[in-house]
């Protein structure tokens, strides 16, 4: 399963199948937005899986096989919007890494009104970077 959170206050997201048998749970930290993560889980073709997010953001999740394919996702809409998106690697290109975690995810809350994860810099960088987040969503 590959993952790609927004912003958490303590949440979690928990993948379970139609027995109600959890397959695997991530703890979502307030630290690590906006940045790829994979897990290998064992599911059968072709089952039924629910994903459970608490007091968190999901921008995106993906399933792949054995070979890496991305699975065809029936349902769950907003977490499945995005499958071109996904990347083949998480690197630097895809997920915040270094001053971005602390002035791209600073932008993205001073956008949306959100308490700001970074308040030691100035803020002018802070606010060209809120502008572009704004002109891109």
């Not at 889980?41 to 054995?66: C, H, K, S, V, Y």
Request: hydrophobic share 40%; proline share 5%.
């Amino acid at each position: 399963i590959w993952v790609y959170p927004g912003i958490s206050t303590g949440g979690s997201l928990r993948i379970t199948d139609a027995a109600g048998n959890e397959l695997y749970q991530k703890e979502l930290s307030y630290a690590t937005p906006f940045c790829w993560t994979k897990t290998a889980i064992t599911a059968p073709a072709g089952q039924t899986l629910t994903a459970t997010i608490e007091n968190a953001q999901m921008f995106e999740l993906a399933l792949r096989d054995a070979t890496g394919a991305l699975v065809p996702i029936t349902g769950g809409d907003a977490l499945f919007d995005e499958q071109s998106e996904v990347p083949d690697t998480i690197s630097q290109l895809n997920s915040m890494y270094f001053d971005e975690i602390y002035h791209g995810r600073t932008g993205y809350e001073m956008l949306h009104r959100m308490t700001a994860y970074e308040t030691t810099h100035p803020p002018l960088g802070k606010d060209f970077i809120m502008l572009g987040i704004a002109f891109l969503e």
